[in-house]
C-alpha cells in the first residue's frame, strides 16, 4: 500500500464563507514518498474578508512572502485530464480549498488539507492511476514507451522524464528521476508486472507537493538588483492554472524550460495563445461560479405546491443560462462587462424559454433569446438563477440578495457579525409583504445598521419570486419595488440594473477578485500598483475582459513575489 503523503497546510472558514481565518504552516514533509524539491517558506499571510472598496481602491493589507498555493479541487481534476486522458466521473472527493471573500481560488495560498484529507488525496490518486492504466490504450496516454520486463528501468526513468514533468510542472532533478524509477521497479518487482510499477508511480505523483502545491518562490531578478522574480516553471504554473485553471501544456513547459517567461512581452503572448483555448472557457465558468455563488443551483429545490414551474432540471438550466451569459460576453463578443446588467437577451433552451415565457428555440440545447420590448426583467440581475440562489427554499430573502449585490457586485463594506447582546425579535404574524416583514430591522436600531442598505437594495427585487418568476402581487398583497441604492431612489429590478451597471465601484470590484484569483490572495500593499494597473485596463479596454486579464498576467504583482524593498 503506498504510504500517504504528509501535506502541509492548514485553514479554517466562517461565516459563508466571506470570512476565513488560516492557521499557520507547518515545515513540508513527505515521508514514505520521493519528495518533491519544496523549498521551506515562511508563514503565509491571514486572510480577510472581502475589501471593501473606497473610491476603487480596496483597504491593502500588509504585504507578506509568498511560498505554497494548494490546487483547488476544480484545478486538481483538470490537471488530472490534462495529464492522464481520463475521466474524473466516480473519482472518491479530495478535501476542497475553503473559499475566501467567496472564492477558493482566492483561498488557495492559505489552504490546508487534514489527515482526512490526506487519506482523500491518497484514493483520488489511486483512482485516478488505476484508470490510467486500465486497458493498452489508456496506457498509451501516459506512458512513453511499453516497457519490456519488470527490469525494464529504461522504460521506467523515460516515463518519470516525461510525466514528472508534466506532473511537476518543471524538469524533475537528477535525485528525484532516480527515486522515482527506483519506485516503479520496485513495485514492478514485487507485483510482477511492469504496468503496476508505473501505475504506482503515477499515483505517487499524484500524491506529491510537487503536484498539489504550487511552489512561489522566485528568483533575484538581474535586471533589478535586490530583487526577485518569479522564475520560468513558476510563471509558467501561475499563466496556466490562472487563465485554464488547469496545468500547463506542452508549449508553456518549453517556454518555460527555454527560460523565456520573464518578460512582459513573452507573458503577453502567451496570455493571448492561452486564452484562445478551450480550457479558458472553463476556466471562468468556475470564476462566474465563484462570483455569483451559483453552485447552489445544482442542487436547487423548491415546493411544487408553491413553485408549480419547478423541475430538477430547471437549476442546472438557469446555472448553465448564466455561464453561456459570461462566456459569449467575454470570448465570442469580447464585450464591455457593464452590459451584462442591461442587455434584453439571455440563452434558453426548450425548459427555460417556456419557463420565461418566450418562444421555444430551435433544437434541444440553449440558444440566445430576446425578452420583448418593455421586459421586467433586464440583464443578470434579472435571470431567475442569479435570484433563486440567493433566496430561501420557500420565500424570497431581500437581504440575501441585496447582501449579493453589495458586496459581491460593488464591494461594499457590510458587516456581518451582530452586535454582542443583540436581541432577535420574533417573526411577525399574518400576511405580509417582504416589506413590511422586514420594517422591524429599521425599528432595531443594531439590525438597522446592517440591513438598511442590503433590504432596500432587495426589496426592490420583489417582483421576482424565490425561484425568479415574475409576479405582480405577493399572495394578493401590492408589491412596492421602490429600492435605494447609495442615495439614490430607483423604481424595480430594471432601475437597480441600470444604477448597477453605471456604479463606479463595479468594475475595480470585478477586478479584485481576478487579481485576488490569479495571486491567490486578496491584494496586499505590494499590490498596490498591479490592482491600479488592472483597474486602469478595465476602463481604457471600455469594461472588456481580456485586457483586464493581460494586464494582471504582466503587472510587476503577478510576475515577482514581494521583497522588503517592495515593488
Not at 274 to 298: E, H
Not at 393 to 403: A, D, F, I, K, V
Not at 515 to 533: K, M, N, W
Not at 545 to 561: D, I, M, N, Q, Y
Request: proline letters at 10%; charged letters at 15%; hydrophobic letters at 40%.
Amino acid at each position: 500500500m503506498l504510504r500517504r503523503c504528509a501535506l502541509l497546510l492548514t485553514f479554517a472558514a466562517a461565516c459563508d464563507g466571506y470570512i476565513s481565518t488560516p492557521a499557520p504552516l507547518p515545515a513540508p514533509d513527505a515521508p514514505g514518498l520521493p519528495p518533491a524539491t519544496v523549498p521551506t517558506t515562511p508563514a503565509v499571510p491571514t486572510a480577510t474578508p472581502p475589501r471593501p472598496l473606497e473610491n476603487g481602491w480596496p483597504s491593502f493589507a500588509p504585504t507578506q512572502p509568498y511560498g505554497l498555493r494548494r490546487l483547488t479541487s476544480a484545478q486538481y481534476e483538470a490537471s488530472a485530464v490534462a495529464l492522464l486522458g481520463v475521466s474524473t466521473a466516480g473519482m472518491p472527493p479530495i478535501e476542497p480549498v475553503s473559499a475566501v471573500a467567496g472564492f477558493d481560488t482566492i483561498g488557495t495560498s492559505s489552504a490546508v488539507v487534514t489527515s482526512g484529507g490526506v487519506a482523500q488525496f491518497e484514493g483520488a490518486a489511486m483512482f485516478l492511476a488505476a484508470a490510467a492504466f486500465a486497458t493498452p490504450a489508456a496506457r498509451t496516454k501516459v506512458s512513453p514507451c511499453t516497457p519490456a520486463n519488470v527490469d525494464d528501468v529504461a522504460c521506467f526513468r523515460a516515463f518519470a522524464t516525461t510525466f514528472g514533468r508534466r506532473a511537476f510542472r518543471r524538469a524533475l532533478t537528477t535525485t528525484e528521476l532516480d527515486r522515482y524509477t527506483t519506485l516503479a521497479h520496485d513495485v514492478a518487482t514485487a507485483a510482477a508486472d511492469p504496468w503496476k510499477g508505473l501505475e504506482f508511480a503515477t499515483s505517487a505523483f499524484l500524491q506529491s507537493p510537487g503536484f498539489l502545491y504550487l511552489a512561489e518562490v522566485g528568483e533575484p531578478d538581474p535586471a533589478a538588483p535586490g530583487h526577485l522574480r518569479f522564475t520560468s516553471d513558476e510563471m509558467a504554473a501561475r499563466l496556466s492554472f490562472f487563465l485554464t485553471n488547469s496545468a500547463p501544456d506542452d508549449a508553456l513547459l518549453d517556454a518555460a524550460a527555454a527560460g523565456t517567461l520573464v518578460t512582459p512581452s513573452a507573458v503577453a503572448a502567451q496570455t493571448d495563445r492561452l486564452l484562445g483555448k478551450p480550457q479558458a472557457r472553463q476556466a471562468l465558468r468556475s470564476f462566474t461560479t465563484s462570483l455569483l455563488a451559483l453552485d447552489g443551483l445544482d442542487g436547487l429545490s423548491r415546493p411544487t405546491q408553491l413553485f408549480p414551474r419547478f423541475t430538477p432540471t430547471l437549476g442546472p438550466a438557469l446555472k448553465e443560462e448564466t455561464l453561456l451569459t459570461f462566456e459569449d460576453l467575454v470570448f465570442d463578443r469580447d464585450g464591455d462587462y457593464r452590459e451584462l446588467f442591461t442587455r434584453s437577451s439571455t440563452f434558453a433552451n426548450p425548459e427555460l424559454a417556456a419557463f420565461y415565457g418566450l418562444p421555444a428555440p430551435a433544437g434541444a440545447g440553449f440558444s440566445q433569446v430576446t425578452f420583448p420590448a418593455g421586459t421586467k426583467r433586464l440583464g443578470l440581475l434579472g435571470q431567475a438563477g442569479v435570484l433563486a440562489v440567493h433566496d430561501h427554499e420557500g420565500t424570497t430573502s431581500p437581504t440575501r440578495r441585496g447582501l449579493f449585490v453589495l458586496t459581491r457586485l460593488l464591494c461594499q463594506p457590510i458587516s456581518l457579525s451582530p452586535p454582542a447582546g443583540l436581541v432577535i425579535p420574533p417573526a411577525p404574524s399574518g400576511v405580509m409583504t417582504a416589506r413590511q416583514r422586514l420594517e422591524q430591522h429599521s425599528k432595531n436600531a443594531a439590525c438597522a445598521s446592517c440591513h438598511r442598505s442590503m433590504d432596500a437594495v432587495g426589496l426592490s427585487l420583489e417582483r421576482f419570486d424565490a425561484l425568479g418568476v415574475y409576479r405582480d402581487d405577493d399572495r394578493g398583497l401590492p408589491i412596492d419595488d421602490t429600492g435605494l441604492l447609495g442615495d439614490q431612489t430607483y423604481a424595480g429590478q430594471p432601475g437597480l440594473a441600470a444604477l448597477v451597471a453605471r456604479a463606479p465601484a463595479l468594475g475595480p470590484c470585478l477586478v479584485q477578485a481576478l487579481y485576488g484569483s490569479a495571486v491567490g490572495h486578496l491584494p496586499t500593499e505590494f499590490d498596490r500598483s498591479s490592482y491600479a494597473a488592472a483597474v486602469a485596463a478595465f476602463e481604457t479596454g471600455q469594461g472588456r475582459l481580456k485586457p483586464v486579464l493581460r494586464a494582471v498576467a504582466t503587472s510587476e504583482g503577478f510576475r515577482s513575489p514581494p521583497t522588503s524593498q517592495g515593488p
